[in-house]
């Protein structure tokens, strides 16, 4: 289903960040079943206080596998994470469609550049004129509020 941008229904900064919080919630259970996993493949021989180096990266590209696993395949059905679905927004590419995998993937990628600039990616759709962030403007992409109903 194609429909025309319309600024009016971009969703603001205050809703995109209670759905992230909101999506915090799944993603820690999901880096503490990745966590557990690799205990238990270890066979807990790995001193939690100090693990090699080999299994902190394993383990961190898991975690960041993981997450974006999450929310890719959360934008590319449906374009909505659990959160995205409490506030009543959705991910959809500029021209109103569904986000292609590439996509979303580079709207992951890039959302990761925004938080990791102090978080100025996401304060950027304040001065868009249609509410964009950083992770937006790459992936072709809107986050839109959807009505009551």
Known sequence: MMTNPDPTRSTGLGRRLAAMLYDLFPLLGLWMLVAALFLLASGGRVDAAHPPFAYQLALRVALLAVSAAYFTVSWTRGGQTIGMR???????????????????????????????????????????????????????????????G
């Open 86 to 148: 409490a506030w009543r927004i959705r991910v959809e590419a500029a021209d109103g469609s569904h986000l292609s995998w590439p996509r979303a993937l580079l709207r992951f990628c890039v959302a990761l550049v925004s938080l990791g600039f102090f978080g100025l990616g996401y304060l950027w759709c304040l001065i868009d004129r249609e509410g964009r962030a950083w992770h937006d403007l790459a992936a072709r992409s809107r986050m839109i509020h959807l009505p009551h």
